[in-house]
C-alpha cells in the first residue's frame, strides 16, 4: 500500500467516512490537551473510560490487562498486558505531547507606558515573529508554598479573554523589516499583555497592581506563587476543518499530538496482543527529550521494571535489559509534508506528500545522517509488511534535503536501550507554527498503522 499518489484515490466511501469521523474525537483532544499537562490529563481520563487503571495500584497483572503509569502529570505509558512473557519483547509506540509555546518567566508581571506585560520565556523551535499578534490562551498550574496546587485556564472557553504579543505597526517598521528573520522579533520582545486599566487603591495604582490584585481574587495567588509555577501561552484558537472539501485540519499542537492520539486510539482498541503493547506520550521532546518527565528520563524503565515485576513477581536487571534487547518501537512523530509554495527544500524523490498516508523515517539527523537513529533494513522490512497486511496508505521519506537542515526525535534514546526503533508519523504543513496543517487520511492512517503494529507478532 506504498503511495506515490493521493491516498484519497485508493479509499472507498465507508473509509472516507471513517476517516472524517475518526478526526472529530481527534480535534476534540486537540481542543482540551492544549499543554503536556492538560494532554496528558485528557489521555488518562480516555484511558480509564476504556477499562485501564493505574498500575502502580494493581498487585499483579495478566494478559489482557490494561494499565496505565502516570509521571508528574506531564507524561504517561500505558500497556495492555500480552499473552507472551514481556520479555519476549514489547511493541511500544512513542509519541511526544509537549509542543513549542510561550512559557511565563519567575518574574513575569511589571507595567510599561500604560499596559500590564508578562515577561516569557519561549519553549522549542519557534519562528518569533509567528507569535506576535495572535489571540493567546494561557493554561497550566500555581504551585502555593504550602503545595495547594492552582489550575489556570484562562482564553481557551467561549466568552474568555485572550492574551497578545504586539507587533510594530508596518508604518513604523521600515529598521525591522530590514532584520534578519531570526532578529526581527528578540526573544525578550515576547512579552504578553495581561491588562490595561490602572487600579484604583490609592497606595497601588499601577496596571500591575490591578493585574496581581485580580489574580489574588480569582485565584488566590500573589506575585511571588509565580516562582513555583508553569504558566504556558498557547494559540487560543480551536481545532478547525480547512479546505472545501474539510480533507485538512489546522490547529495548535498537530506536532505531536497526532501521532499521540492515534498512538492512544489505537492502543484502546488493542485486546490481548500476543506482545504487550506500550503506548508513552513523553514530555520535553521540543527541547531535547532531557529532565524527569522527557524521554532520556529512567521513567521508562522504571514503569517497565514495574511491568515485568507485576507480570512475574520477580524482577532483576537482566529481565529489563532482555525485555529492551526483544522489543520493537515506532518513533510516533511528524514529518514535513512537501510545501507547494517552497518546493525547493526538498528532494520530490524522498519527500513526504500530505495525503499520501503514515511516514515512515528510516533516519533523521541533519547535515550527513548527524545524531540520528538510522533503523535497520530488516526492522523497516518488518514494518512494511505488517503495514501492507493491514491496509495502510503510507510513504517514505526524509525530512528536508540533506544539506537543508533536519531535526531529531525521541528515537535515538530509545534505540540506546538496545530496542529497534523507526520514526514514524504524519507529514505537517507549517510545522511549529501557532496554527499547523494536516490532512485527515494520513491522521486516520496513523491511527490504522500503530494499531496494526501493536498487533504485530
Ligand atoms: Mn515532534
Ligand atoms: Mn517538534
Known sequence: MYMTESGWKQVDSNVKEDIFHFAEGYKAFLDIGKTERLACGEAKRLAEINGFSDLESKESLKAGDKVYVVNRDKSILLAVIGEEDVQKGVRFVIAHNDCPRIDIKQ???????????LKTHYYGGIKKY????????????????????????????????VFYISDLLIHLASDQMQKKATEVINGEALNIIIGSIPAECAEKDTEKDAVLSMLEAEFGICEEDFLSAELEAVPAMQARDMGLDRGMIVAYGHDDRVCGYTALSALFETEA???TAVCVLTDKEEIGSMGSTGMRSAFFEYAMALLIEKTTGTYNELMLKRTFHNSKCLSADVNGGVDPNYPEVNDKLNAAYIGRGLVITKYTGSRGKSGTSDADAEFVAEVRNCFDEAGVLWQAAELGKVDAGGGGTIAQYVANLDVDVLDCGVALLSMHAPMEAASKLDIYMAYKGYKAFFAMK
Open 130 to 161: 509567528q507569535w506576535t499578534a495572535v489571540p493567546l490562551a494561557l493554561h497550566g498550574v500555581v504551585v502555593k508554598k504550602d503545595g495547594t496546587k492552582v489550575q489556570i485556564d484562562i482564553g481557551d472557553k467561549p466568552g474568555d479573554p
Open 107 to 117: 518574574h513575569p508581571v511589571y507595567d510599561d507606558s500604560g499596559l500590564a506585560m
Open 273 to 275: 496482543p500476543k506482545k
